[in-house]
Each structure stands twice: as structure tokens, then as C-alpha cells.
């Protein structure tokens, strides 16, 4: 079965696999953003409390990058995988058919490698101590604009529902990259942070939405692609998965807020209490 | 008369309806630009006289704020009620006919809920302390752009006319959405922030003028949606209301500025009018 | 001859008239760009010997800005004068014929209203002191945006190289408002100013380039509108158009930078000399 | 043989002319691209050493940039020449004919001589003391804004595969051209410029593939304009470029901080190393 096309398998077959090829890629995203998520949350309570607990969080941050990086090559390595099961021999352009092979498939394997860069950078940056650690950001925002302008030109010839699907996607990465592209340039705040894992949380939500509303696993019927109710009511889905993920944000941050609060004050009480409302003072007083 | 649609009212109550549909938002947008403006300019004016009377504004304008996020949310919800009249059941698909239900109606529902999220931040960001103040800024981003999103969205298959006028509605709430976006990364000033109310304010009264062409409330035939003239005309009608929210914009600031400064001279003249002074000529060196 | 259109008049009339009407903003356009050069390569140089002549600059750039209000202010009155003497009647809708009357004059009116109102905020400016002066800045931005904004919605159903050639002047336009813009939130240098005008001067000469184009004041034939080889070479053109404005600019700076050199070297030599190396060396420092 | 152009000359010759009329350019931004990046890690890596070795490094760096205007100078002039040898006569238009002469050519010549121009910026610059250094930013900037605006208006009238290059290319140029323009407003770091650098290589590389695609030198059959699976081919071939030039950034990289560290720890091993650290630790603290 030399070079064969997720094309010719039967329906089910197919429907599985492309399932699963969207199902995956919003697995990873959505762990990656409640990830990110808690550990941004965790570094804005530590940064509070700083001189209480310094050098100890500073060890353990960097370590938590390591890690963070091995799994995020990790994760890349295992799309790249599950592309090359269903599809053995890695050939770009078959000469006797004079065609392309597999084009869709190397398109994914293009947004995992550069997820891969990531990886590799995040780690690379925090065990050799000359690199810049706006390296990861930079890295980063080309992974999710090189995912972008692959899902962008992901659809040509296809039907209105399917473009229009990938186009939202295709925001919501591109609104991600776009905030830590301006990371790169302006020191940032917990806010701005928060904003870019509420958009990668937000695709890998909507990469599953893609999967039920292109190959819907039970089986039924597709959506009819050229009803435009249909672009209607994937626009309002798309802002509830955004209020949905804002909402757990939120959650996220009131159970990691308390956390951190719960287990300072066991230790320090009072020393924390006073320091919070001497920053928080100065805070507001920047704020307004 | 379950699932009703108000396509199937008489015209006249139809017209009125979506008339109030658009007059209602339009009202609140104008609210919520004038409150805005006030706010805005009475902390500039305060700041400027920061040391006379700085503990007493402070906690005033926690209160303020507090007391704006609840009246934020009454808004949402009077938004989110005034559709559910005309709109019994919330169904959101009629498996009957086989086809979704109302869908404008949750357009509108969606927006009214983002800015219901903004009136919860804002209440929440000054009662709990811990929580970063810019949150509010955040979601004042979030519910313009996802209301931009949606009124790009809502015009699929109409005609010229009404996609012309909300393309125009949605230049001025994305414009917003981007002040307040920007905002978030870089420290601004008073300019910045009267240029988002401005925007905000044109959105208002532009909400007016919508319904006024599309659905004119004298009863008159609505306008040609196909005359070019049309859209030249509401070009310039577009530029005339941004012309009168600026006028109306400085002549709040002329009596704001005044109030603050006949106030405060009965108290302690001679000292603010120093202050001001030396600060104003710090300020112009700046910007030289 | 109520309510007499362009449209209406001799060819050899409607091609003077139009010639003005580009003719007469382009001027003014290429007034204000080499003065606010001037000015801002001026302010640059006083910067630099900022303690030797501190005081007396201050007050003269004070009485600069009220003068260029006023001219501004002037200008725009012309500017619509203009419009007006071909125009008797100020009436925007002829309810016997029912349809707009001289809508595109109307758009001209619009334009010039917003730089009219660029030139107020200029003279409150600088003699209301609790005005802050960023307020200039803004409606600058305001003034190019809504310019950009008429003239992209001028052509709407005009033939294909009258619409390229108003494209080019809004993109000059527009890039002018977005560096004004940016100036509103981000403290800037020399050279972003020098680029704005740059744009300014750009949309002058190219106002003048479209007079030429559209109704050529020989009388020779008109450009073939849908020759791909004329929008081709109108490409290159305002190209070299950005060309000729940026090596004028550069003449400009090295004469001005002269005459401040030689006129201070004559009062205060030495100090002049070594204050410019100390900071000269700080900057470079930052630059590297 | 007047006036001649290159559409007459016969196949084969034709094809070499295009082919090195992209070759040339690529080649000359790969050359600028490994430049840059080289010495903007030089420039990082001299930075952290800066007390060690300032006096020495500065005057250096004064003579490459100078150096490095008049090559680019050269590169412009070069440019030119090579479509002046096939092009004889300076003329724009034939008025015989009444048409205009070898637009596409005058094309690449604007480009040249706004590249040409940056070099002029350049030398200026570090002759003449009393120039802003960010000027040569903003000519950069300049130029390569005008290159993605005249290859965006190259291919008016072509086919899809033709189109699409060049609008990859394009948006390769306007990326690198917004990051220059962003250096402009605020203070960046070695990051932020790396990945401008990267851009520029992507351009270079870019130009010598479509090269390849549009006149394939080996003589074999151009590809198919109108195949929708060579544009997707292209799509990830264009991510590919860019992971190669990120590879080879990271490989100049390890190369010169390997160079600059062995040759700096002969001559100061120990006070080096120290200061490292110390800047290291500052460092994170800020970017944490």
C-alpha cells in the first residue's frame, strides 16, 4: 500500500483519523494553555510575596522550563507520529504519478516542527546561561504565525463552512502570535499573559469544534456546508468558547490565588499581609 | 405562539422593534461614553491637584467604580430581557423544522453578555485586592472586539446599504477595541483615553442613525439600498457624528474643568495655582 | 442657476475647477509639510543647545503654534471657500429632484471642517494652560484618519486608474495618521517626525500628481483608465515622488542644522562644541 | 536594436536574464541578512563584555558601519547596472509607440536606489555627528516598505503561481519592514532584531525560489500556474525557508559567542566570567 491517501480509505476510516487530527492538536492546546495559565498565575503570586520565598522559587521556575520544553517537544514528536502511522513512507512528490503526496499531512507537519523549535529553544534557553530568554517568546510567536499562515492557506478549494471554520481558527492563532510578538517589544503585565493563554485555549477548544462540526463522530449526518444560519451560529459558538475559557481562566486564578495565600500564611502571616498592601497601594496609585 | 420570528410580525410592530433594538444599545453606548468622559477628565483634573485632596478622591473613586460595574450589568441584563419579550422560549434550534432559531437575537445576546462579564470584572477588580486592576481594561477589549466580531458577522446575505452602515459601526467599535487593547501594553494619558470615549460615543449616536435608515420610524419608505449617493452621504454623516462627539467631548471638559477648579480655589486658591504651574511647565518640556 | 452641479459646466470649466480643487490641498499640503519640518528640525537643534538658549525659545515656539493655528484655521476656510464659490446655495438635499446635491464637495467640506478643527485645538492649546498638549497630536490623527477615511469611499463606482491613484494618496495619508497615532502613545524622536512629514509632503505632491492624471490642464487627452501599464507606472512614480520628498527633506536639514550651527557658533563657540560631543557620545551608547 | 525588450529575445536567453534578475537580489540579501545577523551578535556579545574591551570596540564599529554603507552602495549600483546592460537606453517612454518602456525594469530600479539610499543614510550617519543614528533604521525601514509596495504592484495582469510568490514574498519584505519601523518607536533587544534579520534572509532565499519555480534553470518545463497543490506545496516550502534560516541564525550564533568567548577569556578569564553572572542574574529578575 505504497503512498495511499487517507482519500481512498472507507468513510469511517477516514472520519476517525481526521477526527483525531483535529482532536490531538486541541488536546495539546488546550494543556498547554491551562499550563501556561497556572504558571503565569503562580509567578504573579510568587512575585508578590518575593522576598519571602526567592531563591527557592527561582530554582524551581527554571526547572519547570526545562520540563515545560521536553514536553512540548514531547507533544510535537507525537503529532509528527500520528501523521506518519497512516501515512509509512515519507515521500513529498510521487514521479510516477507526477503529483504531490500527502500535502495536508506535511502541512501539519510543518506547524508541529516549528511547535518542536519551541520546545527545543525553551530548553535550550534556560541551560545555556548567554542565550536571551525573549528567545522562547520569539519562538513562540513564529510557531503560532507559521500555524496561522499554514491553516490560512490550509482550505484553498474548499466549501464556504470549512473555510470559514479554519478562518476563525486561524484568528485566534493569529491574535495569540500576535501578543507575544508585542511581548518581544513591551515588558508586559499578568493581563496581557492572561490574554494570550484565553487565545491558545480558545483554538485548541475550537480545533475540537472543528472536528465535531467537519467529521461528526457519531456518525450523523455533516453539517450542510452552505447554510449561511450555520456561519451564523459558529460565530456566536465561536464567542461562547471565548466566555467559556475566560470563565475558567477565572477559576484558575481564584483557586491558584488561594493556593498560594493559604500556604504563605501558614508560614509568614503578617510579614506577607503588610508587604501586599504597601505594593498594592503603589500599584493603584500607578494604575489611576 | 411558540418560536415566533419577527419576520412574521406586521410591519409596524416589526420597525418599532428593531428600532428599539437599535436605539436601546445606541443609548447605553452614549451613557456609557458621556459617564466616561466625566470620569476620565475629573481623575485628570484630581491628579493635577493630587496632594490637597488625595485620600478623600481615593476611596471615592473606589466606590465610583464599583458602583459603575453595577450599573454595567443592569445594562447587559436590561439588554438581555428587552430580546427575551419578543422572544419567549430559549431555544436555540428548532429540531421540528430542523433549523436554528432566532439566531440575530443571540447575536445580540452574546454581546450583551461580554459587557455583562466587564461589569462583573469591574466589580470584582475593586473588591477583591489581590486582582490586578487592568483586568477591567481587559474586558472592556474583550466585549468591543468580540461586539466588532459580531456585528462584522451579522450582515451575511443583506443588502448594500446595511452591511455599508454596520461596516462603518464596526470601524468605530474595532477602533475602540484597539485603544483599549493598547492600553493594556503602554502607559497612556488622558488624550488616549478621551479619544476611546469619543469612539465610543460615535458608536452610540451611529446605533441611532442605523436605525433611523434602515427601519425609519416616521413610517416613511426606508432609504434606496442600492444608490451609491446613499453611501457617499453616510460617509460624510459618519465624519459629522465623530465631529459632534468631539465638540460635545470639549465642552465637557470646559465645564468639568471649571467645576474642579471654582471647587477647589474656595478651599486653598494659592497653592494649586502653584502647583499647576510648575507641573504644566514640567509637562510641556516633555512633550518639546 | 440654482443648484447647478460641476457635471452641468463646459469641459474646459469642470477640468479648471477639479484641477483647483486637487491643485489648491495639494499646496497646502506641501506648505505645512516643509514647515513642519522646519519647526521640527528647529526644535531638534534648539534641544541639543538647550541651556544656552533655553528661555527665549521656549516663548517663541510658544507664539510659533498660536501663529500656525491660525494659519491652519485659514487655510481650511479657504479651502472651503473655494468649494462654496462654485456651490452658491449650502443645500444638501433637493427634495424636487430627491437626491443628494454635490455630495463629493460635501466630502471636500468634511475634510477641511476636521483640519479646521486641527487648527483650533493648536491656538487653545497654547493659551488655555490646563489643556494638555497632546491634544494637537490627536487631532492631527483625527484630521488624517477621516481624510484617508473620505477619500477611500470618493471613488465608488469611478473607472479603475482613478480609483489606484486615490488609493495611493489614502495609503500616504493614512500612514501620516497612523504615525500620529503612534506618537499619541510611545515618546518619539526626530526621525518619526521627520517621517510624518515626509508623508505629508508625499500626499501633497501627490495631489498635485492626481491633477495632472485626471484632468491634464493642457487639454491633451486623458490617461487610458484601464491600461495595467499606467497604474504600473503610477507605481514607480509615487515612488519616486517618496523619493524626490525625502532628499528635499535632507536639503532642508542641512541647511537649517547650518544655520543653527553658525549662528550659535558665533555667540558661545566652545561650550556649544563640547555639550554636543558629551551628548553625541551618550547617544551613541544608547543607539549601540 | 532600440528600445528593445526582453520578451523578444529568444527563450532560452530570457530565461537566464530573469533567472539571475532574481538570483542577484537573493543573493545580495542573504549576503546582508548573514551580515547583520553576525553582527548584531557581536554587538550583544561586546555589550555583556562592555567594560572589558568599550574604548577599542566603538571605533571599530564606526568603521564597519561606514564600510558597510558603501558595500551596500555598491550592491545598489550594481543592481542598476545589471538591468542598464540589457536594457541600453534610459528611456520610459516610446513616444513612437505611445506606450511605456520596460516598466518592470524601472521597477527594480526604484528598489535599487532606495537601497541605495540606505547606504547613503549609513555613511552619512557616522561621518556627520549631528545626524540622528536612527535614521539609518528609518531608511531601512523606508526601503524595504517601498519594496513590498512595488513587487505587491509587480504582477498585475499575471498568473496565480506567479502572483502567489511574489505575495510570499511581499510578505516576507513588509514583516522585516515592520520590525524596522517598530525599532523606530521603541528601545528593542538582540531578539527583536535577529528576527528582523531572519526576515531578510527568508527574502533572500525566497528570491532564489522563485527563481527556480518561475524559470527553472535546468530548462525542463515550467511548473503548473494554475495547480492548486503547487501553491500548497509553496505554502509549507515558504515555512521550511524560514526553519533553515533559523537554523542557520542559531548555528552563526553558537559560532560567534563561542569566538567572542574564547578570545575574550585569553586575555580576562576571571573578571569576565563574574560580571556574566552578575548581569545574568539582573537580567532574569527583569525578565521574570
Known amino acids: 500500500m505504497e503512498g495511499i491517501s487517507l482519500y481512498y480509505l472507507p468513510y469511517h476510516v477516514n472520519v476517525t483519523i481526521v477526527f483525531k487530527g483535529h482532536a490531538l492538536p486541541g488536546t495539546f492546546f488546550i494543556i498547554m494553555g491551562i499550563w501556561w495559565t497556572i504558571k503565569c498565575i503562580l509567578k504573579y503570586a510568587c512575585k508578590k510575596h518575593k522576598r519571602t520565598s526567592y531563591l527557592g522559587s527561582k530554582a524551581l521556575f527554571q526547572r519547570i522550563e526545562i520540563f515545560e520544553g521536553i514536553v512540548i517537544i514531547g507533544m510535537a514528536i507525537t503529532g509528527e507520529w500520528t501523521i506518519s502511522v497512516f501515512w509509512p513512507?515519507?515521500?513529498?512528490?510521487?514521479?510516477?504519478?507526477?503529483?504531490?503526496?500527502?500535502?495536508?499531512?506535511?502541512?501539519?507537519?510543518?506547524?508541529?516542527?516549528?511547535?518542536?523549535?519551541?520546545?527545543?529553544?525553551?530548553?535550550?534557553?534556560?541551560?545555556i546561561n548567554s542565550l536571551p530568554t525573549s528567545l522562547t517568546k520569539l519562538m513562540l510567536s513564529n510557531a503560532l504565525f507559521v500555524e496561522a499562515f499554514v491553516m490560512y492557506n490550509h482550505t484553498h478549494g474548499r466549501e464556504m463552512l470549512d473555510i470559514f471554520v479554519h478562518q476563525l481558527l486561524v484568528l485566534a492563532v493569529f491574535v495569540a502570535g500576535l501578543i507575544a510578538f508585542l511581548e518581544l517589544f513591551i515588558r508586559t503585565n499578568i493581563t496581557v499573559e492572561l490574554l494570550r493563554t484565553s487565545c491558545i485555549l480558545l483554538q485548541g477548544s475550537w480545533f475540537w469544534q472543528i472536528g465535531f462540526v467537519l467529521y461528526p463522530p457519531s456518525g450523523g449526518p455533516a453539517w450542510d456546508a452552505m447554510d449561511h444560519d450555520n456561519i451564523m451560529f459558529l460565530t456566536i459558538c465561536f464567542c461562547w468558547h471565548y466566555a467559556l475559557n475566560l470563565i475558567i481562566i477565572g477559576m484558575i486564578y481564584a483557586f491558584v490565588a488561594w493556593l498560594v495565600k493559604s500556604r504563605l500564611q501558614r508560614f509568614c502571616p503578617s510579614e506577607v499581609g503588610l508587604l501586599k498592601n504597601a505594593e498594592r497601594e503603589q500599584e493603584s496609585e500607578e494604575e489611576m
Do not use: P, R
Not at 510516477?96 to 510543518?110: I, P
Not at 520546545?119 to 534556560?126: D, E, I, T
Open 89 to 127: 513512507h515519507l515521500a513529498l512528490y510521487d514521479y510516477k504519478e507526477g503529483q504531490w503526496v500527502e500535502l495536508l499531512s506535511w502541512h501539519h507537519f510543518t506547524m508541529y516542527f516549528f511547535f518542536g523549535l519551541l520546545g527545543v529553544a525553551n530548553v535550550l534557553c534556560f541551560i
